[in-house]
């Protein structure tokens, strides 16, 4: 069954990029509907706006079809002779399929890589170039200096709640159950059946990204990082650091790999970091952090559907939720002088699940799956309390319905009203 999805996001943003000058980068996790926004969304768009089919030039590097073009030489060469005359669009799918190679004109000279086929594509004032891509290291690391400032990266997620509500429709707190469950990988929607969606999900972590991370950095050891994204999934919401990481598959690995794994991991990403931030020191702790799955029902699929605790699924929503909205999220820490049982002065460190930044734009977010009495709800609002500033300070919640401020002026909404409408988090 085919299911057009909107992409409206994304849309606009290649819109309001087209003939800037650049690479348009679009970077996310394989099958989260890079190529769909690029090769349909966008192609659509473009045809019912007079450019001519002909004018747009295609490199699917992942089919055979192209397997040629792979040679990053051979790649320039194809599509320089196929833009001549007028203006053309180049659409390249999964650019960092393309190895470096040993130059041919001279004997130990540079390699020759996929950067200098785009930049020297960016010299010709005919051309508008578009590529996907699926390792952030490659790229997102590497864009400003490789491309000299000419890279515009446009990061894309699987499907928003808000994005898979509106292709499903129906009972918004079902939907959102199954949200929960399964995820947002585009694919989801198009299979019938718990069993089927499960395979799907399962056969997708192992057959790909798993075989992605060991094929490109050559991992002997898949115990290890089986163990490690394992160690991840268990852990949504919980601070830790690769020595944690190493100690938890014990005799396995060391410190440093664990470092080094965690880094291909989220270099692919499947998980993103959040560092911990000291709201009044106003400076970053090295270790530990946290780490949140990209797509819940890759998370779901890894651990057989094992530990399924809504509250931190939950809290994994509100943070992908608010990456997919452009703010940098960090993990808040504030430090108070208080007293222990027997009086003594002591310093605690309080927690805000979520500083969100973008721009001049901060708010701070809680998430709270159920305030259920008083201590609970102190909890919660505590370190809101000790915050000295006037930004907006927002409670996501699972057990309230209409949203409303209390007393101190903090928002309570209902994490699907959340998720649903993205006016909550601006000003």
């Known amino acids: 069954m085919y299911m057009e999805i ?5 849309l606009d943003e290649l819109r309001s990029r ?21 090769f349909d969304l966008f192609k659509n768009y473009l045809i019912e706006n007079g450019v001519e089919k002909n004018d747009i030039i295609e490199v699917k590097l992942d089919k055979i079809d192209y397997i040629g073009l792979r040679d990053p030489i051979k790649l320039y060469e194809y599509i320089k002779d196929r833009c001549v005359e007028g ?15 040993s130059n041919p004109y001279l004997e130990n000279g540079d390699r020759i890589t996929f950067y200098e086929t785009l930049n020297s594509l960016l010299n010709m004032d ?26 515009d990266e446009i990061r894309i997620h699987p499907l928003s709640f808000s994005e898979y509500y509106s292709a499903v429709g129906g009972d ?3 939907a959102y159950g199954h949200f929960l469950k399964y995820g947002g990988m585009p694919r989801i929607l198009s299979i019938d059946g718990d069993a089927a969606r499960a395979k799907y999900l399962k056969t997708l972590f192992d057959e790909t990204y798993l075989k992605d991370i060991r094929e490109r950095y050559r ?5 290890a990082l089986d163990n490690i994204i394992d160690a991840l999934c268990s852990s949504i919401g919980s601070l830790t650091n690769p020595r944690n990481i190493a100690n ?62 809504e509250t931190h699924l939950m809290e994994n929503a509100v943070f992908n939720e608010l990456v997919i909205r452009g703010f940098d999220v960090d993990v808040g820490v504030v430090t108070v002088n208080t007293h222990d049982s ?86």
Not at 6 to 10: E, S, T
Not at 20 to 34: A, D, E, F, H, L
Not at 130 to 150: A, E, H, P
């Open 6 to 10: 909107k992409r409206d996001l994304y």
């Open 18 to 38: 087209m003939w800037n000058g650049m690479v348009k980068i679009i970077t996310g996790i394989r099958r989260s509907g890079k190529s769909y926004l690029l």
């Open 87 to 101: 203006k053309k669009y180049v659409f390249i799918d999964e650019i960092q399929l393309v190895p470096s190679i």
């Open 126 to 151: 005919n051309v508008d170039i578009y590529v996907t891509g699926s390792n952030s290291k490659m790229l997102s690391t590497d864009i400003l200096t490789q491309f000299r400032g000419r890279g």
């Open 172 to 174: 918004k707190n079902e």
């Open 219 to 223: 991992i002997d050891r898949l115990d």
């Open 248 to 309: 938890t598959v014990s005799g396995m690995i060391s410190e440093n790999t664990a470092r080094l794994y965690l880094s291909y991991i989220v270099d692919a990403f499947l998980f993103t970091e959040s560092k911990r931030y000291d709201v009044k020191g106003r400076q970053y702790f090295s270790y530990p952090m946290k780490y949140y799955c990209e797509d819940l029902g890759l998370r779901n699929a890894h651990m057989n559907f094992r530990q399924y605790e």
């Open 342 to 427: 027997n009086g003594k002065s002591i310093r605690v460190a309080k927690e805000i699940d979520f500083i969100a930044n973008k721009g001049d734009v901060k708010i701070y977010v809680q998430s709270a799956f159920a305030m259920y009495d008083d201590e609970k709800r102190e909890k919660e609002l505590d370190p809101f309390k000790r915050v000295n500033d006037s930004f907006k300070k927002i409670i996501v919640r699972g057990d309230t319905g209409m949203r409303h401020f209390d007393d101190n002026g903090f928002l309570h909404v209902n994490i699907i009203d959340f998720l649903l409408d993205k006016s909550i988090t601006e000003y």
